[in-house]
């Protein structure tokens, strides 16, 4: 989430402004807060589309058409204003990170997580078109994933099926790589064109692509009006379905009930009224490093700012695509874990040796040797330092959502500690008895490894209270 900037507003009709989320094709998207404390994604239209008598008109028709719009896997409108100078919208805050992020951050999902995407996504396109809505742009960046299911977000553009004719001649609205054929040549827009898309987006979290791959926007809608998908990355089993959502021809396409009924996450095998025991929709149904990097929970609820006790402001998180998604925590990716373990395996490298290599031109291997009567602080300190430099290692690989004690830190400054202020007794006496030119490989190792243990403890992972 990004700060406000002094041109956005503080308030929106009764919600107060206090982040922005991302912007749209339609407008600004803020985080809103209600007098409860209720988190709203606030989309505020943009001036010149408010200044079109013909865009207010068909988006008046969309908020009185979305406001019917109820499912467990769609962001609810909850509030809106399109007669205001600035029309605007508020939908439901979503706990989670758009797909498109997800598949971008941890890579694409297996089989089974694919299927338990489909089976919200398809359930969230009965609820639409249960209202006679047709969403026309459904795509990876729409739907948020949240640990209880994905949600379908940005009715901005959907439009009652018997309102189409409000649409200006010559204007495609949609996303290319995720639109049906029927939208590009111009025919009428049904449910069976949110089916095309349902199948486009299967295709992406499953392989990281598009069934109709990248390039220019006419170089995609050409392959989706003349060619077919390329279905070649698709596991070989479980995902037969998304062939026959990508069929050009509407006809042939999968109801969203049939997606339903394949989809289904949970079915009574055998007489249909017996009771089966569902267990919890949580994360589970999510790949695990993605499940890691989610909240953990699923609505926010605060009570409303006053004189005594102001409202906080919400966490900082990164900014996501969407304007209603809230994105993941901030779990580090494995690349930057190894980078923050890089001072750490220097230091044990440099430590390591300074213990075989001779400190002093005439004083051989004096620190491997603990027949010199001198040699023993140094020999402790590197193995102290080489004990926290481990530590530190082990406490980095950890999950971060793990809590951690304090005391690997303690240990590595303590550690750090010893050996600079023994590093300055080893030079100042070398240079008291022959000049800095005395010193030899060993005691140059040894000084590497303090500066890595220094510099180590600023990059020394956050502890966290046990909980």
């Known amino acids: 989430m990004d700060e406000l900037e002094l041109t956005d507003p503080r308030q929106v009709g009764r919600y107060r402004i206090t982040g922005r989320l991302g912007a749209g094709g339609m407008g ?20 010149e589309l408010a200044q079109d008598p ?24 909850v509030d809106a204003d399109p007669d205001c100078p600035s029309p605007w919208l508020a939908t439901a805050y979503v706990p989670g990170m758009a797909l498109d992020e997800a598949v971008a951050a941890h890579g694409p999902w297996p089989v089974q997580s694919v299927r338990a995407l489909g089976a919200g996504l398809a359930e969230a396109l009965e609820a639409i078109h249960a209202v006679g809505l047709v969403h026309r742009d459904l795509k990876p960046s729409n739907v948020l994933i949240a640990p209880d299911g994905p949600r379908v977000v940005d009715f901005g553009i959907s439009v009652a099926v018997e309102a189409t004719a409000l649409t200006r001649t010559g204007v495609i609205v ?18 069976a064109t949110d089916v095309f898309a349902f199948g486009a987006v299967l295709t ?19 392959r989706i009006a003349y060619e077919e998908p390329d279905l070649a990355r698709l596991p070989p089993q479980g995902l037969e379905i998304v062939a026959r959502c990508l069929a050009k021809d509407p006809d042939l396409r999968p109801s969203v009930t049939a997606l339903i009924e394949e989809l289904a996450v949970v079915r009574a095998e055998s007489d249909p009224t017996t009771e089966v025991a569902v267990p919890a929709r949580t994360a589970t149904w999510l790949p695990t490093p993605l499940a890691g990097a989610l909240p953990t929970t699923t609505a926010v609820l605060t009570t409303g700012p006053s004189a005594d006790h102001p409202q906080p402001s919400p966490a900082p998180a990164p900014k996501p695509v969407t304007g209603t998604a809230i994105p993941a925590s901030s779990a580090a990716s494995p690349w930057s874990r190894r980078l923050a373990a890089a001072p750490f395996w220097a230091a044990i490298v440099a430590l390591v040796l300074a213990m075989f ?10 620190l491997a040797s603990m027949d010199d009567a001198g040699a023993w602080p140094f ?3 590197a193995t102290l330092g ?10 980095s690989r950890r999950d971060p959502a793990l809590p951690r004690q304090r005391w690997p830190q303690a240990l590595h400054v303590v550690a750090a500690v010893i ?23 060993g005691a140059y190792a040894y000084a590497v490894g303090c500066v890595m243990m220094i510099y180590g403890a600023s990059r020394f992972p956050s502890p966290k209270a046990e909980s």
Do not use: D
């Open 28 to 47: 600004q998207v803020y985080l809103g807060q209600s007098p409860s404390g209720r988190l709203v994604a606030v989309k505020v239209v943009r001036p």
């Open 54 to 77: 013909g865009f207010r008109r068909r988006f008046a028709h969309e908020v009185a058409a979305a406001r019917r719009v109820t499912g467990f896997f769609t962001a609810a409108l």
């Open 174 to 191: 949609g996303t290319p790589g995720f639109m049906a054929p029927e939208q590009l040549i111009g025919q009428a827009v049904t449910p």
């Open 204 to 222: 992406y979290a499953a392989t990281g692509v598009g069934p109709f791959g990248t390039g220019s926007a006419q170089m995609l809608n050409f």
């Open 357 to 366: 290599l001779p400190p002093y031109e005439w004083a051989g291997a004096a």
């Open 379 to 381: 020999l402790v300190s």
């Open 386 to 395: 080489i004990g926290s430099s481990v530590t530190a290692i082990a406490v």
């Open 419 to 441: 050996t600079t202020v023994l590093c300055f007794v080893g030079l100042s006496n070398a240079m008291s008895q022959a000049g800095l030119g005395a010193l030899a490989s």
